[in-house]
């Protein structure tokens, strides 16, 4: 994880430009940083923040190796594959560093070829000032962030967070846009002899569930047929084995649901297999007795992982809202809310320990039909649809939360339910399979594993409860405890003339409008363009909160939960 930051074409003032910009993202990587500049582009930097994760002695950047003195590489991301395609290709590499592979897929596969290539995450900059070229690209799914300010008169400025570009509108001439770089996509520029910057393709190489062009890491041949739970399993277990790489201490977060338990157990499973010299840490946050708390302990105690728990209290909660709503850079309501647990576990890891690079079960809820509101969907059809929507949008909002709330203490998430080959074999699979059966959402994921002895039977089966009651005391929500917060934050009167005052995205509660007003204190005029809309459920009538808690079906107690999982047992007995 890093900060990657460039701005091309700005005829004044650059260095007062690039003082009130570059260093706002450098919590990215705390540990260097470097701007550079080539006299043969005019007005071109290039800047970078780094977190070193592989090669702590040549990873810097903006790399630059012997063989292609003419290339300028910036990229925030990890390469999985950078291995496979030397053998692939045939070239040396001059680093120990996995990003260096872009540089090499550029010379082999030209800039139409090189994103598609890759299986990894990233963001990247690529600069040819031979061919007077710029090449950027971002992950399918947008794991790594990438924001773009450009202008009608030809002046580009990219930031992994949109921090790094809010103060260049008075620098630059003419209309611009400042918006999140498409995840999937990757632009070619031309760089014109007066350092502007002319756009010659846009073009999105990935969709959500499409299948890699790369070769996998496991052998499509690999997999069997008709053992479909058993393929699940082995490309779960490889999107984490394949995740292992750097040399910084790997942790996992775990809060005793099924998408992180599972990440942990392959995770710890997998430490062994290659006799790493540390013992797995795990990190769980609640407060007082939250079923989070006590479940993660179960799972923790079972995989055998050294556990930490992070109590926290509504003042923590006050304290530090209004800087994960800018840490954030959204003003979606489920986002914040759901971030400001993950926020407090970040701090706490980056005080306590020295583990840098973290694991989470990110992506599985989208993938695999986890949300509560799945059951309500009219078909199969549509269920899958909505899968695939909420993929590809996941970098506005779960995604999102999952990037700035542990880069904002810099840490580099891992996230292997968005792996490409997993992705696109679970989205390949008989749309019914994958719908929840007898009121038990992600059924198929959780058969796959029912017979692994992988996680305790009750930790594999248990209900999807919403993040407020997940991380809260039983006896009150954290979505209760924000509303006491900003109760008298937020008048009434200011809640009346909502509308007026916000017409995109109009807050309905005190909660909404205060994490509004906190975000136009500093992006003020991105509303749309940053949040597009509020992350609702869909299939349910009379929602206006994006909380699960508002859904029939939800059950906070489990009492339903565990009426569904008799029921499931019915059904498989009735196919056995």
């Known amino acids: 994880m890093c ?31 470097k701007i550079e500049f080539d006299s043969r582009v005019k007005n071109g930097y290039l800047g970078f923040h780094r977190l070193a994760i592989v090669d702590g002695l ?29 053998k692939q290709h045939g070239f040396e590499y001059s680093t120990k560093c996995d990003v260096e592979v872009i540089m090499h897929m550029y ?3 030209g800039a139409n070829g090189v994103a598609q290539s890759l299986d990894g995450v990233f963001a990247f900059c690529l600069m040819d000032v031979s061919k007077r070229r710029l090449l950027i690209a971002r992950d399918p799914y947008g794991v790594r962030p990438l924001f773009r300010l450009r202008s009608d008169n030809g002046q580009l400025a990219i930031s992994s967070e949109s921090k790094g570009l809010m103060a260049m509108s008075k620098h630059v001439n003419g209309k611009w846009t400042l918006e999140p770089f498409p995840p999937g996509h ?68 775990l809060s005793g649901g099924l998408d992180s338990s599972l990440v942990a157990a392959l995770l710890v499973k997998h430490a062994k297999k290659y006799n790493l010299s540390y013992k797995i840490q795990s990190f769980a946050i609640g407060m007082d007795d939250s079923p989070d708390i006590v479940a993660a302990r179960q799972v923790a105690n079972y995989i055998g992982t050294e556990h930490h728990e992070i109590i926290f209290t509504p003042q923590d909660v006050k304290d530090v809202l209004n800087k994960v709503i800018y840490s954030l ?18 701090r706490y890891i980056k005080q306590n320990t020295e583990t840098t690079v973290i694991f989470s079960g990110e992506g599985a809820d989208e993938l695999a039909q986890g949300y509560i509101y799945f059951r309500n969907a009219p078909n199969a059809r549509d269920a899958h649809d909505e899968s695939v929507r909420l993929l590809d949008d996941i970098y506005l909002y779960d995604g999102l939360r999952a990037d700035r709330t542990t880069s904002a203490f810099s840490l580099e998430l891992r996230v292997p339910f968005l792996d490409l080959q997993f992705t696109n074999y679970y989205l390949s699979l008989d749309p019914h399979s994958r719908q929840p059966q007898g009121g038990v959402e992600k059924h198929l994921l959780r058969s796959a594993f029912d017979e692994s002895g992988l996680l ?112 499931n047992e019915r059904i498989k007995e009735h196919h056995m």
């Open 329 to 346: 850079e959204t003003y979606d309501i489920t986002t914040v809310r759901a971030s400001v647990g993950m926020y407090l576990l970040s």
């Open 58 to 86: 040549y990873g810097m950047q903006p790399m630059r190796i012997h063989k292609y003195p003419h290339l300028f590489l910036l990229c925030n991301g990890e390469i999985y594959n950078c291995n496979r395609l030397q």
């Open 3 to 33: 900060g990657i930051w460039a701005l091309f074409g700005l005829d004044n003032e650059p260095l007062t430009c690039i003082c009130e910009n570059f260093d706002k993202i450098s919590h990215r990587g705390p540990e260097a940083f």
């Open 456 to 567: 305790p039977h009750n930790i594999l089966w248990r209900h999807k409860e919403a993040f407020s009651d997940g991380v809260a005391s039983t006896k009150k929500s954290l979505f209760e405890v924000i509303d006491e917060i900003v109760e008298y934050r937020v008048s009434d009167e200011d809640l009346l003339d909502a509308h007026a005052k916000y017409p995109h995205c109009t807050p309905r509660t005190k909660q909404a409008y205060y994490y509004r007003h906190i975000f136009e204190l500093h992006y003020k005029g991105q509303a749309e363009s940053f949040t597009p809309y509020f992350w609702m459920p869909r299939w349910v009538e009379g929602v206006t909160d994006p909380s699960a808690r508002f859904i029939e079906h939800y059950a906070a107690n489990g009492e339903e939960s565990q009426l569904s999982i008799s029921k």
């Open 186 to 253: 990757y632009e070619k520029y031309e760089i014109l002899h007066n350092g502007r910057i002319k756009l010659l393709e846009s073009c999105r190489y990935h969709r959500p569930g499409d299948k890699p062009s790369f070769h996998t890491y496991i052998p499509w041949d690999a997999l069997s047929p008709i053992n479909i739970e058993g393929n699940i399993r082995k490309l779960l277990s490889a999107a984490v084995e394949k995740r292992l790489m750097g040399d910084r201490r790997i942790g996992c977060l």
């Open 107 to 109: 010379a082999c596969a």
